[in-house]
């Protein structure tokens, strides 16, 4: 687990590309695959093995719901001295296809370019940052499950190589050309959901057109999935209602309301700045017995356990429209120094939203842990289901 600083810097260069409407104008932004920043290689990430091509490579790949509209995945041929081996070699698919150069309808956004095919070349200050090429392939997601035709962009060369063994990341936002768009729906199945792991030495999973939660048994809570203008590629729901042990924060429906994006990759929760303060106060109250320890970052509620056999924390529940609830226990609320022991320094995973983000909520990874989140494209909505892994 990386510092509170680090995850906090992190999180505000994150957030700061999603939400931010005028970074638009200080130029493009490449994101890296694999970890999210490769100025912080300690910060979480989560990972799956898939493959591509025929026969099928087994590549090791993050996956992100807020990317921009493709997979990204390292092939070859590499650039000089970046590391080769563990990225997709296109030459060895009997599968691939190459996109033409101003193919719209099959995902080249491209109109004019240098060579046939739907190819990238991004320079910077003089200097070549990518260059990359739209492709087709097949998907290998289970031994018995492939998606032909899959497209994602074929990166050759890149300004920052991914550090942690990864060759790219997978497209789960709600783009047209992403993976979780082309996943076949029935009534009885949902786009995909996704369990995350609290830390390395647990396992979740990642799941495609798996049947609805309530009809395979486990129970399953539902909020109203939004759009937002001009980000329609991300998930947002909409933050109802915030509660410490079964009382709500006494603060206005109105004043407490707001856009939630659900991200992966930003650890901490964000809540209006006069919401927080109200969730912070409260909290500070109900935790008056325990020593207090230095603010951490942006992390402004700490404690130090060091000393204690036993803690009793008052739980956070978040409410979402269409009747959605996610109860957050003591690993979910609490950022701990040490993770792999409670009785050490915490800090409450709350902090106030950034100003730039027009008043939208965002809930975090570490909120979402333990719990199975379902992304329910068809019907419109976001499931919750507790303690999935």
């Not at 486990?218 to 915030?242: E, K, Q």
């Not at 930003?266 to 700045?273: A, G």
């Amino acid at each position: 687990m990386p510092s509170v600083g680090d995850a906090s810097s992190r999180d505000a260069l994150r957030l700061r590309g999603l939400l931010d409407d005028s970074a638009d104008s200080r130029g493009l932004t490449i994101p890296s695959t694999g970890t999210p920043l490769v100025d912080l290689p300690d910060a979480p990430e989560y990972h799956v093995v898939v493959g591509l091509g025929t026969p099928a490579q087994n590549l090791t790949v993050g996956f992100d719901t807020a990317t921009i509209g493709a997979t990204l995945l390292q092939c070859k041929p590499c650039a000089a001295g970046d590391p080769c081996d563990k990225v997709f070699d296109p030459s060895q698919s009997s599968s691939l296809y190459d996109i033409p150069c101003g193919r719209t309808w099959e995902g080249c956004p491209i109109t004019r370019c240098s060579t046939p095919g739907c190819t990238f070349r991004v320079t910077h200050n003089g200097s070549l940052v990518l260059n990359a090429s739209m492709e087709k392939d097949t998907l290998t997601l289970a031994p018995s499950v492939h998606l032909r035709g899959f497209r994602f962009l074929c990166m050759e060369m890149m300004s920052e190589v991914p550090t942690d063994g990864t060759s790219g990341v997978l497209d789960l936002s709600r783009n047209h050309y992403s993976l979780a768009s082309r996943v076949l729906l029935s009534p009885d199945t949902v786009a995909f959901s996704y369990c995350l792991p609290r830390g390395a030495e647990s396992q979740g999973f990642l799941s495609f057109g798996t049947i609805r939660p309530e009809l395979a048994g486990r129970s399953v809570s539902y909020a109203t999935l939004h759009s937002r203008a001009p980000r329609r590629n991300l998930y947002f729901l909409r933050l109802t209602g915030v509660s410490i042990d079964g009382l709500d924060l006494p603060i206005s429906a109105q004043a407490l309301a707001s856009d939630a994006l659900v991200e992966v990759q930003t650890t901490f929760t964000y809540l209006k700045p006069r919401v927080y303060e109200y969730l912070r106060d409260l909290f500070r109250y109900a935790m008056s017995n325990y020593k207090v320890a230095p603010a951490s970052g942006e992390l402004d509620t700490c404690y130090d356990f060091t000393d204690m056999d036993a803690i009793g924390v008052p739980s956070i529940t978040l409410s979402f429209e269409g009747g959605a609830s996610l109860e957050l226990g003591l690993e979910q609320m609490m950022y701990f120094s040490n993770p792999h022991n409670i009785f050490s320094v915490a800090c409450l995973a709350f902090a106030p939203a950034p100003a730039y983000g027009s008043g939208a909520s965002v809930i975090g990874s570490l909120a979402q842990a333990y719990t199975e989140v379902v992304y329910d494209l068809r019907g419109g909505k976001v499931g919750f289901v507790d303690n999935r892994c």
